[in-house]
């Protein structure tokens, strides 16, 4: 069964640090490249930042800001977002693809998101 869950999102003030997490069913994490994007009102969904066996890959936007990491025990996926601003608002979601991409419909697997709030 693939599962996605995201948790971790909710309210800060600009300038604080979050850290979102993605748990991963055993074979999405194993195999798949597993990315960040987010949604703000109104908004399309961007890419925010990708995990895949060669590297790590990053939104201009966030680079330096965000980052990536994992733990293989848990097959958990953490975006630890520091320096926070209003415009990173956002629901946030992780996701799964056979490939690295930076376009939502390369993904085939969502999780429901959780909600990022920073206020200014």
């Known amino acids: 069964q693939v599962q996605l869950v995201e948790s971790g999102g909710r309210f800060v003030q600009a300038g604080g640090s979050l850290r979102l997490s993605c748990a991963a069913s055993?074979?999405?994490?194993?195999?798949?490249?597993l990315g960040w994007f987010r949604q703000a009102p109104g908004k399309e969904r961007e890419f925010v930042a990708a995990?895949?066996?060669?590297?790590?890959y990053y939104a201009d936007s966030v680079k330096g800001r965000f980052t990536l990491s994992s733990n293989n025990a848990t097959n958990t996926v953490y975006l630890r977002m520091n320096s926070l601003k209003p415009e990173d608002t956002a629901v946030y979601f992780c996701?799964?693809?056979?490939?690295?991409?930076?376009?939502?419909?390369?993904?085939?697997?969502w999780g429901q998101g959780t909600q990022v709030t920073v206020s200014s």
């Open positions: 996701a799964a693809s056979p490939f690295v991409t930076t376009t939502p419909a390369g993904y085939l697997y």
């Open positions: 055993e074979h999405i994490f194993s195999n798949d490249v």
């Open positions: 995990m895949g066996r060669k590297g790590l």
